[in-house]
């Protein structure tokens, strides 16, 4: 039995030495050669002085060194903290102040484009570098490579972890501040791992594309659930959605798992007749229904899986295949292992087709948000209906989204209940966009929202006012795509001469400017 997420692989290892774990370009490592790499990482991150429960943060794309640094980190109890390789260093930097980091592992170009910043970490005492040259930088530097070493004989079996133990923290962004970082268990992710496992029926003949960054829960369960199983994992870092056909057909990929913006390209591209693909995932925002007929139609041997998670618990729900013909709006019902409630503001149960909010409760029920009781106070709240006799509260997820359940318990998305703003499955904090228009210098007030958008799901809208009344909009624009990474960056910014409207409680009124532009893009 896999209780710790690098059990499953180090489990693979043992059945099946020889077959293929992981492949990266010309790279192709079996199951062996990866369990090695994961235990020489961990060597390595022993010999740096990583403690228990430190963090270990890894600033890469995907790649091999990323996937053997993230579980190398498990394997010794400390902690990893997967950074998307498309933040900007403000954001990144952000990151690893706000848990602590004390080993990073990025690359020399990474590093460069943190600057600075870098030097300014008081708990960063090891930077990690892939490739052969080592740059200057105002933080001493080390090869990763020559760093690897396999721990003493006791040493892994000394250092092992218990399945409550954190195992990683995945940063999410907030409606109202910085991301939130989300503390994850072993035992969190390997009951979604077995959960997901079980109803995508994953089994050591898979060979799973892995298209989504490792920083996004979704993405980085198609390492987990693959591990589980024995199937293989090929990494891809695309450019072009006709990258992910082509590495299907040349990797003969049998799970693809996808956000909807790039469903809907996907599903435009021609597909070979003989495709390999057994089934596809969907999660990261609903799928339009058209997207749906249209995936069928183009991949008609492929079972397509509509899904919801929310990183504070993976993943919630999911539409079995045979249910797709009867109910394709549906996000389905509660995966194995959880319990997945409807509840009005006081908790008790709403009737069939009556709108409330959605609680998750189980062993995926992560462990909060990093150093932030207020927050996490928030959104991790007593399980609605526990006996009152119960010595100890169970806690439960309450998402902030708004959803209802038909006579037969199946789910239907309706709309988030907070102000997060949803593009291409990465969730977007409007005070961070707001932040960066104020200091820019260029604006006196600044609001940031979501409208619906038909590829994007949702696109981020700026309205200002500007200091300057001759300033143009493009000005803004650049000083956004500056500091933000692409999916932060708005679509469509606004300029007003008067003073944007607020609420009774003297807020801005987002509702309102939500409503007044919801056909933008239409």
Not at 26 to 35: G, M, V
Not at 86 to 94: D, I, M, P, S, T
Not at 388 to 416: C, K, N, Q
Not at 486 to 515: C, T, Y
Request: with cysteine; charged share 20%.
């Amino acid at each position: 039995m896999s209780d710790l997420i690098h059990d499953g692989l180090f489990a693979s290892a043992r059945r099946t030495p020889g077959a293929e774990a992981l492949v990266y370009g010309a790279q192709r490592l079996d199951y062996a050669a990866l369990a090695a790499a994961v235990e020489h990482a961990a060597g390595a991150l022993l010999a740096a002085g990583v403690q228990r429960g430190e963090r270990v943060a890894i600033y890469l794309e995907k790649r091999v060194e990323n996937v053997a640094a993230m579980f190398g980190a498990a394997a010794i109890g400390a902690v990893f903290v997967p950074v998307n390789p498309q933040l900007k260093a403000a954001q990144v930097g952000y990151i690893l102040a706000d848990c602590n980091v004390r080993v990073l592992l990025t690359s020399p170009e990474r590093l460069a484009q943190l600057g600075e910043l870098a030097g300014s970490l008081p708990d960063l005492h090891t930077v990690y570098l892939t490739g052969e040259a080592l740059p200057a930088s105002t933080l001493p530097a080390q090869s990763w490579q020559e760093a690897q070493q396999p721990p003493a004989p006791g040493e892994l079996a000394r250092w092992r972890p218990i399945d409550a133990d954190m195992a990683a923290i995945l940063y999410t962004s907030g409606s109202t501040g910085k991301p939130k970082g989300v503390v994850l268990s072993h035992r969190n992710m390997v009951a979604g791992a077995r959960s997901v496992a079980s109803y995508l029926e994953n089994n050591a003949q898979d060979r799973i594309l892995s298209v989504l960054p490792l920083s996004f829960d979704y993405g980085l369960s198609q390492l987990t659930t693959a591990f589980l199983a024995g199937a293989s994992v090929v990494l891809l870092n695309h450019l072009f959605a006709k990258d992910i056909v082509k590495a299907v057909a040349d990797e003969r990929i049998t799970g693809l798992a996808a956000v909807p913006p790039l469903w809907i390209q996907l599903a435009a591209l021609d597909w070979p007749r003989d495709c390999s693909l057994r089934y596809l995932t969907n999660s990261g925002g609903a799928m339009p229904v058209a997207t749906v007929k249209a995936l069928r139609a183009v991949l008609p041997a492929a079972r397509l899986f509509l899904m919801y998670g929310l990183t504070e618990a993976f993943r919630s729900t999911y539409l079995p295949p045979s249910e797709l013909e009867r109910r394709p709006d549906s996000m389905g019902r509660a995966i194995p292992n959880a319990q997945v409630m409807v509840v009005r503001p006081d908790g008790t149960p709403c009737a069939p087709g009556e709108p409330g909010e959605l609680v998750h409760r189980g062993a995926l029920v992560s462990l909060g948000y990093w150093n932030d009781p207020a927050k996490t106070a928030e959104r991790f709240r007593p399980a609605p209906g526990q006996d009152p006799a119960l010595p100890l509260t169970e806690m439960a997820v309450w998402s902030g989204d708004t959803v209802r359940m038909d006579d037969e318990g199946y789910l239907y998305f309706i709309g988030r209940s907070d102000d997060m703003i949803k593009v291409s499955g990465y969730r977007v904090s409007p005070a961070e966009v707001e932040e960066v228009a104020h200091a820019s210098g260029l604006v006196q007030e600044a609001v940031a929202f979501g409208v619906p958008h038909p590829v994007l799901g949702q696109a981020v809208v700026l309205l200002a006012v500007p200091l300057d009344a001759g300033l143009a909009p493009a000005e803004l624009l650049k000083a956004c795509q500056r500091q933000l990474p692409a999916w932060m960056v708005p679509a469509h910014i606004g300029f007003s001469s008067e003073a944007l409207p607020r609420n009774p409680n003297g807020k801005f009124d987002r509702k309102l400017l939500q409503q007044a532009h919801s056909s933008l893009f239409e």
